[in-house]
């Protein structure tokens, strides 16, 4: 079992920036897939970003160029540095982990057993 925490969510303007992270409990080894998720006003629960414990990392079209999806294997810490954040990042993100694969899934929420309770995002313009 794994219990996963997120923090770092908060309000920022158009432009500006957040970090993220996800704390990972209860689980020793690191060869597992993690990702971020979000479920942002009007639509369902969306991938961001995946990762694997090898450092290679998928990104949707959308947050490419503007999103790091990065974690920390000794602290088992995922993270998600969001610059030039835009309203339509708007949104509740949630931490996931599943299965280890060398691609990472970020859009299969399926894949993943493990989630977190999510924390807000919110951008003005």
């Known amino acids: 079992r794994m219990d996963l925490e997120e923090s770092g969510g908060g309000s920022e303007q158009a432009g500006g920036s957040l970090k993220l992270s996800c704390a990972a409990t209860?689980?020793?080894?690191?060869?597992?897939?993690m990702a971020w998720f979000r479920q942002t006003p009007g639509k369902g629960r969306e991938g961001v970003a995946s990762i694997n414990d090898e450092n290679i990392s998928k990104y949707i079209d959308s947050v490419k160029g503007r999103f790091t999806i990065s974690r920390d294997n000794d602290r088992h810490i995922l993270y998600l540095q969001m610059d030039n954040l835009k309203p339509e990042d708007t949104g509740i993100y949630y931490c996931a982990a599943g299965g280890w694969t060398r691609w990472c899934p970020e859009k299969d929420e399926d894949w993943y057993d493990y989630w977190g309770r999510g924390t807000q995002v919110t951008v003005s313009s």
């Open positions: 209860g689980y020793g080894g690191s060869s597992y897939c």
